[in-house]
């Protein structure tokens, strides 16, 4: 089901758009409340999205099938830097969303490579692209060095979890995040690690 598909390390600048589209449709639902309206929230994943943290999934045209970020001390897939909020809702709406996504997540993991997210898009969920991001992302780790590699799954999203574990991921640690369920609409995350090998 995935033949045809070529796996590149990086985003094309022609393809940031798409990106931003892609990932928009990922994770929407979660961080509509903070990062919306759409309008601004793609302009500033335009601004913000790293092309040198990410995997991208291509069809044979070249197309966008799905893309996997992740983060490193030098930077993010997605997060960018207090001034792209800035420039996008300015310094009063900047504040509040910094705050609001720093009380989330704001950790860079030094012993266990962090995945920042995986999108495929909706219409070719299913056929196997996850897990070759997934498989990719595992080699980026064994690249750089690391022994482990983490990611970070809501409560709510249920599919993405059965992937993971599939793919070796095993649960260490669920928090709930509080009163900000009532900002991003999950009520807990749960810390996911895989042991990587030279065979992975």
Known sequence: MTQG??????LPSALRADAARLYWQA?????????GPDHLAFAFLDRAISAHHVIIALDPAGQLLGMGG???PAGSFAGGVPGDLRAT???VGSLWREWLLRLLSNEVDNDRFLI???CVQAGERGQGIGSLLLDALCDEAITRGYA???LDVINTNWRARSLYERRG???VKSEPIGWLRYVFGFTSSTTMVKFLSRAD
Do not use: C, P, S
Request: glycine content about 20%; overall charge positive.
């Open 5 to 10: 598909i070529r796996l590149q390390r990086g």
């Open 169 to 171: 991921f095993v649960a």
């Open 27 to 35: 994770f929407g639902g979660k961080l509509g409340a903070v990062m």
């Open 148 to 150: 482990y590699i983490r």
């Open 116 to 118: 920042d997210g995986i």
């Open 70 to 72: 992740f983060k490193t």
């Open 89 to 91: 809702y300015g310094f």
